[in-house]
């Protein structure tokens, strides 16, 4: 399937990211979320999720959206694209399926958990269309500061 970048789609998700994290900061600054903890556990209203569980259930979005347009969509070939994709992924990999299993915190509120796979798989989707079907990359990134001290 061929896809365009969709670069106001792009623009829109990533100012309703910023304008969610300001006036998320802001309702930090007057009350704290309940979680892991700022808890205690009689004082969760709804359910719970075992901390192992919701960790590889919100963090798996970021993985597997990415992955899927990289096998669903055709682009055009390029280390630069390849490179960065699968580093994103390999990174959310390690998130969702090794530190899932190794992390031992307390149990998150069910709807933090659906939060979180909410904002995992628009990141995904944001992250992986624009480095699959907007970014282009010369010949003069692959030196580039920034990428070398990146991939360190």
Not at 79 to 91: A, E, I, P, S
Not at 107 to 116: H, I, K, R
Request: positive net charge; contains cysteine.
């Amino acid at each position: 399937m061929q896809i365009e970048c969709r670069e106001n789609l792009m623009e829109y998700l990533s100012c309703f990211f910023i304008i969610g994290g300001v006036a998320y900061f802001l309702k930090q600054t007057r009350t704290q979320t309940s979680y892991g903890r700022y808890v205690s556990s009689g004082r969760i209203q709804g359910g719970t999720c075992p901390a192992q569980l919701a960790w590889f259930l919100q963090e798996l979005p970021s993985f597997l959206v990415p992955v899927c347009l990289l096998l669903t969509t055709n682009t055009q070939p390029g280390l630069g694209k390849d490179m960065l994709v699968w580093t994103f992924c390999l990174h959310y990999f390690h998130r969702s399926f090794i530190y899932s299993l190794l992390t031992r915190g307390r149990p998150l509120p069910c709807n933090m958990v659906f939060y979180a796979v909410v904002f995992c798989s628009i990141n995904g989707f944001l992250q992986g269309h624009y480095m699959l079907h907007c970014a282009t990359y010369g010949d003069q990134w692959r030196t580039d500061i920034r990428l070398l001290t990146g991939e360190i």
